[in-house]
């Protein structure tokens, strides 16, 4: 017996768009939003809402006035000299992410901080010692995300001269972190190289495939910085106040460590599994969006286009171990997605299809995300260090009684 398509509510469609019941009544009797009935009451395809709600989104960007009681515009706007995007494409200063991929992340960071990366020496070791250490006191189940905080909170609390006020130190500190947090992701695999993508590949998979370190290495570069994300404005919320480079990263790490941010790769991750393991891509989409109320890994409302950053990661996927199939599998969602809500392929679908095809497991895209956004939070703690201390506090404006 066929099993039905996964479909939505009325209640779970008011919840995804963010509006009342009767308002999804009144854009069905409008002609906008289609929905079958039995006797159990209405049922919406939730490829259908998905594609509503993106056009919804477009619309009120463009010409709707914003919703009551909202201004509909950020809560601030934020000088930033890190990344910009021009015309569809990314840039990190005045380089573009293309450019920036001819070389390793480690040369990325380097220009980026106009900090070259200290020698590998006793104390590198020591701390990765430390990393490891600390993720290892948690249950073997643990996120991956959960390692990588419990290993900053440790490093942090052995370093004396993490008080030490200045860019310098930031760097010293961010460098600490970029070599040391690899190790907490698998514990009992200790990297010899001095890598970081190396040392990340040897954690998250069983292979050495140098295939699978080059991809890593890209995906780390792509993910560094993307204009102020909730993660990074926190960490300059917390450089504003002086806090130290591990606090910094660690309050960022609070802000990452959720569903429609840093967790994001992980559900992208299920569906291209599901995919892979048989399912076909419209029933797994409509089942992914029924359970999260969005479609994963697709859609990204700074370009009219596919993610750049996806653009650059996907052509590396097929020549990864588990590669093939995988490829197969984001070209069917990729196909259908698109003809159903125009969405494009984003970062958190590429940085799955890596996890997935280098046999990674289901987070290991979002440590990938989480150790190169790492790069981006310092180089903004950095710049905020320059600017007057506690200026990021807006002023409350009371509506209570």
């Known amino acids: 017996m066929t099993e039905p398509p996964p479909r939505l509510s009325a209640a779970q469609v008011a919840a995804r768009l963010e509006v009342r019941i009767e308002t999804v009544y009144a854009y069905v009797s409008r002609g906008m939003l289609r929905r079958s009935r039995d006797r159990a009451g209405s049922w919406f395809d939730p490829l259908d809402v998905e594609a509503f709600a993106v056009a919804r989104r477009r619309r009120s960007r463009s010409t709707l006035p914003p919703p009551r009681g909202r201004s509909g515009a950020p809560l601030m706007v934020v000088d930033t000299d890190v990344a910009h995007i021009d015309d569809g494409e990314l840039f990190y200063r005045e380089r573009s992410l293309e450019e920036l991929s001819h070389g390793t992340f480690e040369d990325a960071v380097s220009w980026l901080w106009q900090a070259p990366p200290p020698s590998w020496h006793a104390s590198a070791s020591?701390?990765?010692?430390?990393?490891a250490t600390a993720a290892s006191s948690l249950p073997p189940e643990s996120a991956l995300i959960d390692r990588v905080r419990v290993a900053v909170a440790t490093l942090g609390a052995h370093d004396v001269l993490r008080h030490q006020a200045g860019s310098d130190n930031l760097h010293r500190i961010g460098w600490a972190l970029l070599r040391a947090l690899p190790h907490a992701l698998d514990p009992?695999?200790?990297?010899?190289?001095?890598?970081?993508?190396?040392a990340i590949a040897c954690s998250l998979t069983t292979t050495s495939d140098p295939t699978v370190t080059r991809a890593v290495d890209l995906a780390l570069t792509l993910m560094i910085?993307?204009?102020?994300?909730?993660?990074?404005f926190v960490a300059r919320v917390a450089a504003s106040a002086r806090a130290d480079g591990y606090s910094i990263v660690q309050a960022a790490l609070g802000a990452f460590d959720s569903p429609l941010h840093g967790g994001a790769p992980r559900a992208a991750a299920r569906l291209v599994a599901r995919v892979v393991q048989g399912s076909s891509a419209a029933a797994a989409v409509a089942?992914?969006?029924?359970?999260?109320?969005?479609?994963?890994?697709?859609?990204?409302?700074l370009y009219d286009g596919i993610d750049p950053r996806a653009a650059a990661l996907l052509p590396l996927i097929p020549a990864l171990p588990q590669g093939a199939g995988v490829a197969a599998a984001v070209d069917e969602l990729a196909a259908v997605v698109s003809a159903r809500t125009g969405l494009m392929p984003n970062s958190d679908?590429?940085?799955?299809?890596?996890?997935?095809?280098?046999?990674?497991?289901e987070d290991g895209g979002v440590a990938i995300f989480a150790l190169g956004r790492t790069a981006g939070w310092i180089r903004h703690a950095a710049a905020e260090y320059d600017e007057r201390p506690l200026r990021l506090r807006p002023r409350g404006n009371y509506v209570g009684p």
């Open 126 to 131: 020591e701390a990765a010692g430390l990393a």
């Open 188 to 198: 009992s695999v200790r990297p010899t190289t001095s890598s970081i993508a190396e």
């Open 225 to 232: 910085d993307h204009d102020l994300a909730a993660s990074t």
């Open 287 to 301: 089942e992914a969006a029924q359970l999260t109320g969005s479609v994963p890994g697709f859609g990204q409302p």
């Open 349 to 361: 679908l590429a940085l799955a299809a890596l996890g997935v095809a280098a046999g990674m497991p």
